[in-house]
């Protein structure tokens, strides 16, 4: 294999501004057993890791690092499991030769693999994991999750998980118009896990996100992933969400921003005009009669969807534009913020979004009951932004 560097999945978080890391891994499709020995050959410009097995945070594994040095290296790793390769810095080159210890695992890359060879190597490697490469993803699973679905397209399935990514890239403002505004340079790793605790379904954390078994339908079946997908395309949305502006209440709130682009994209109805099956209403319609109530506090008086309407307000008001120049004007700024400085990062939301509307949001985040404190209310003044011509809050999709 011929490595091309990278830059590391810190700097990237870094220049991007995010919360989480993507993932530096490049495939090879090799399996280690638990106990066995690879050997690697390794020359070039710089030395790379190679890595060794699962994540899944619940059960607390991590692939093992093991750095290489040029000529013969012998790895042993008691765990086993799929074998990555990462290198490190932009520019360097590696060459790798896996002379062996290792079993071919059934390995899928998108442009290259056909159904029919993918097929195959299901029935002739009997490795307990598998793996599907594209473009812009890594999809590690279970032997059994992929025998499951081993009749649908996966290149269909990887095309799709692509799509859904260039879509979070441009709520994201990632349109390649300067170094700093360039797609991370990484991969997305999409990964199979046994179980998660309860309360917790798909997750997703520094590297990677993770599907239990009941997701499969949605990740590996093509129709549910582009009719259905809304978990995953949240869990990839939590990769892309920007720093600044995320305190901790609406963490699961801004992610849906990514996931409602991606709806749009294929073409289907957004979650905020779909009736909620006890009520009858659409979030619109449970959430814009509480605006303005006296006492009103938008962290404990709205659900998860009536809560995102505040922020879909603003692409109605001001445009498909409106967060990815967020985003944009955001990675260029950087303002600082520790993780628990709620007031700094509601601070942040309300100066940013103003600053790219071109008008003062302090009545419409009071109208929402959001909570500003009297810093925020005074920089709000000091832009002395004209007031919006329309009210955002007034404004609804559907019925």
Known sequence: MLLRGR????????????????????????????GGTLEIVSGGTAAPKVWVGDWDSYQKRAP???????????????????????????????????RGGFQRAPHYVLGRTTPE???????????????????????????????LYRDEDQGETLRLLDRIVRGHEKVSGLDGSSP????????YHLTWVPATRPGVAAYATHHYTAYPPAYMDRLLGVRKLHDNGW???????????????????LTEVTVNLYSLAAQKANGLPSNLVKPDAKTGLTPYQSALPKLGRAG??????????????????????????????VHRLVREERPPSEWDETATRWRYLALYTSRVAGHD???????????????????????????????????????
């Open 117 to 147: 060879q993918w097929r195959a190597m299901l029935d002739e490697r009997p490795t307990p994991w598998v793996e599907l490469v594209s473009e812009r993803t890594i999809l590690t699973l279970s032997r059994e999750a992929a025998l």
């Open 231 to 249: 978990g995953v395309w949240h869990e990839l949305g939590h990769q892309f969400q920007q720093m600044a502006y995320k305190p901790g209440d």
């Open 296 to 325: 009103l506090d938008y962290n404990k008086d709205f659900g998860a969807f009536e809560k995102l309407v505040m922020l879909q307000q603003l692409t109605l008001a001001y445009g498909e534009e409106f967060w990815p120049k």
């Open 180 to 187: 700093l505004h360039a797609p991370n340079a990484n991969r």
């Open 64 to 98: 093992r690092p093991y750095q290489l040095r040029n000529g013969v290296n012998r790895v042993t790793d008691a765990g086993g499991g799929l074998v990555y390769l990462s290198l490190a810095g932009a520019g360097e080159t590696a060459s790798v030769t896996f």
């Open 7 to 34: 830059p590391s999945t810190e700097d990237e978080r870094l220049r991007l501004f995010q919360t989480q890391r993507a993932s530096d891994f490049e495939s090879t499709g090799l399996y280690l057993p638990p």
């Open 361 to 399: 949001l302090s009545g419409f985040y009071a109208r929402w009951g959001a909570p500003l404190d009297e810093r925020a209310r005074a920089e709000l003044a000091a832009l002395k932004l004209p007031a919006p011509t329309v009210d955002p809050s007034t404004l609804k999709e559907g019925p």
